[in-house]
């Protein structure tokens, strides 16, 4: 279904910003796959130049390497481009609370540099990674778009304030947004290293070092897991929507479905048993919550259904597996 959705934009170019990074070069490789010309800008500050090395032959891949906060940057990379899926982001709750000035220069001038450029290229459509964090303190569960709370903590209201921009570009300069609210996505190339690596990853390492992985509190916060692909049909389908009344909204991105990490942990175990037999026994242990943490994520994915046909193909068994599979072939 996607493959066929791409062909509404053959002749085009996609500008992805953060082309280097985990749902950068995956959205990189799609398109590449189906032939679609592709720019990618990254300035390898949490990228990986071994993400993109497949593509750098590629007739139709142009790699810039630039930094998001630099307007120059943001311009040349938006030259000739049809349409930008703008990755480009510091993630990570932690850090941001950490060191808040980096992350609100990358997230929040960086952003606003990007949608200056695509403005003044007239890019068709400009849709951006937003955030499941933006939820914040509001309880109720499935989250829905048009609800949120407070936000608790700095990486959170740096992904709230790029819907605000985004919401104002369109009403002042007439940019088409589309932003994409991702819950907790996992995957292929996701990096497993690092003082921030994502759940999924280091605790797929930690058990294949045979290492006992860590879980924030007593396991019971739970998380909508997304699989990359769900991830890459969403961009496709916010690329290519010929639905007016899809355009200049936010959507949901997940499985709708939710898995405590205590479940999370003895899933994952299930799947790496089967390539280390040692691994059943390895101990899951557990530290003190995490500041910032929501305790509970679930998304309401009726709206991307409806607006934009989105019809998630994996859940976090599937998703699971084949995360596994690539990781055991990759650590």
């Not at 937003?130 to 990486?155: C, F, M, N, Q, R």
């Not at 294949?208 to 739970?222: A, C, R």
Request: aromatic content about 8%; glycine content about 6%; some cysteine.
């Amino acid at each position: 279904m996607i493959d066929q959705e791409l062909t509404k934009i053959k002749s085009s170019t996609v500008l992805v910003t953060g082309g280097a990074g985990f749902i950068g070069s995956n959205l990189c490789e799609n398109l590449l796959n189906n032939n679609i010309s592709v720019v990618c800008l990254d300035n390898f500050s949490t990228g990986k130049l071994k993400n993109i090395q497949p593509f750098l032959n590629n007739s139709k891949f142009t790699l810039i390497e630039g930094d998001i906060r630099n307007l120059e940057d943001c311009h040349k990379a938006c030259e000739n481009v049809d349409y930008v899926l703008h990755e480009a982001a510091l993630g990570s709750v932690p850090r941001s609370i950490n060191d808040p000035i980096t992350t609100n220069d990358v997230n929040v001038s960086g952003f606003l540099n990007m949608l200056v450029a695509a403005r003044d290229a007239k890019v068709k459509r400009f849709v951006y990674a937003a955030s499941s964090s933006t939820y914040g303190d509001h309880e109720a569960l499935p989250k829905v778009e048009d609800v949120i709370g407070k936000p608790l903590s700095p990486y959170a209201i740096t992904k709230y304030v790029n819907e605000l921009y985004a919401d104002i570009f369109q009403k002042t300069y007439g940019l088409d947004t589309i932003g994409l609210r991702y819950f907790n996505v996992f995957g292929k190339r996701q990096d497993p290293d690092g003082a921030y690596a994502a759940v999924i990853p280091l605790f797929v390492k930690q058990f294949l070092n045979h290492e006992s992985p860590i879980i924030n509190g007593d396991g019971s916060y739970s998380r909508d897991f997304t699989y990359i692909d769900n991830v890459i049909q969403m961009n496709i389908l916010a690329i290519t929507t010929t639905n007016e009344a899809a355009l200049n909204t936010v959507y949901n991105v997940a499985y709708g479905d939710r898995t405590t990490l205590l479940e999370l942990a003895t899933l994952l175990k299930k799947h790496l048993v089967s390539l280390d037999e040692s691994i059943a026994n390895i101990e899951i242990k557990h530290r003190e919550n995490r500041a910032g943490d929501i305790p509970h994520s679930l998304a309401s994915i009726g709206k991307a259904k409806k607006l934009l046909k989105y019809n998630p193909q994996f859940n976090i068994s599937d998703g699971i597996k084949e995360a596994v599979n690539w990781y055991s072939k990759n650590l």
